[in-house]
């Protein structure tokens, strides 16, 4: 039995990366998958990777609220429901704090943190009529810890995580689980993007697996967390992240690997 059957399941960012690594892998639970992207084209050819009759590709601009209530609008006239949202859209950030303009600061909060804001609230309005959801944000380990050049792209993220705690305390009340996911270091596009040679060699040394996690990795997390299994689990944080977080003092005898 699959553990998501008939589930309809949003997923912002979903054309690509960890978004389409979840929504392929929430797909295989026998959920509907909505995957709702700025790059519509992008998100076309992701569903239709994903055998999903009933599915959808939408176009969204997660930082413009007129963008998410379309979005919204349009899963429940289609669908009459939306029992699952993983709140995943991001762009990555890599500005060292005395170079922040407020151009990038601006942009950064208004997609990682207002935008998923936005996204939740419209959802959970649609949950809270069903009194049932599962909600997963998808924050991360820049949002815990004082990572380099993490200024702008940290503080939403740890935004995200507070966020996190309050919908689960005043939603529980209608049915709606929600849940924070915290990657570590993923291999996406993103991070090709905002990870040098030198900040990938820090990342396997500093990681006890010494390697970065795969978008698949994340979506295995995911599942859970939108599943009967996780009922219980409410306002929780799961990293993700190979150990990242919780280690301390680390000797090697041998480098850790680069790539
Ligand atoms: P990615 O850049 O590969 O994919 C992000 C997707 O979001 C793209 O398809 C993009 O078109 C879409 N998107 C961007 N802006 C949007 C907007 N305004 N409205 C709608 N869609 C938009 O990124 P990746 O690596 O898959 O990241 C996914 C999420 O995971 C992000 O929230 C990111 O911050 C988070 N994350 C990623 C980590 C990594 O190492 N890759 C680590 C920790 C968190």
């Not at 039995?1 to 690594?21: D, F, N, P, S, Y």
């Not at 943190?113 to 944000?137: D, E, H, P, W, Y």
Request: charge should be neutral; include cysteine.
């Amino acid at each position: 039995m699959r553990r998501l059957e008939g589930k309809v399941a949003l997923v912002t960012g979903g054309a690509r990366g960890i978004g389409l690594a979840i929504a392929r892998a929430l797909r295989s639970e026998g959920a509907v998958p909505v995957i709702a992207d700025i790059n519509e084209q992008g998100a076309r050819e992701a569903l239709a990777g994903l055998d999903a009759p009933d599915g959808m590709a939408l176009s969204v601009d997660v930082a413009d609220q007129a963008s998410v209530t379309s979005l919204v609008d349009a899963i429940v006239a289609r669908h009459g429901r939306l029992d699952i949202l993983v709140n995943n859209a991001g762009i990555g950030g890599n500005t060292p704090f005395l170079d922040i303009t407020a151009e990038v600061w601006n942009r950064t909060i208004a997609i990682n943190l207002t935008g998923a804001f936005f996204v939740a609230q419209a959802c959970a309005r649609v949950m809270s009529t069903q009194r049932s959801g599962k909600i997963v944000n998808i924050a991360s380990l820049s949002g815990q810890r004082g990572g380099h050049g993490r200024g702008a792209y940290g503080a939403a993220k740890a935004g995200l995580e507070l966020l996190t705690k309050v919908m689960a305390v005043e939603l529980a009340e209608f049915g709606i689980n929600v849940n924070n996911i915290a990657p570590g270091a993923i291999e996406t596009e993103m991070a090709k993007f905002a990870h040098d040679a030198a900040t990938r060699a820090a990342y396997n040394y500093l990681i006890p697996m010494t390697r970065y996690g795969t978008p698949e990795e994340i979506a295995d997390a995911a599942v859970f967390l939108c599943s009967e299994e996780a009922r219980y689990v409410h306002g929780h944080t799961l990293n993700v992240d190979g150990g990242f977080r919780e280690a301390g003092l680390m000797f090697r005898s041998k480098a850790a690997p680069s790539a």
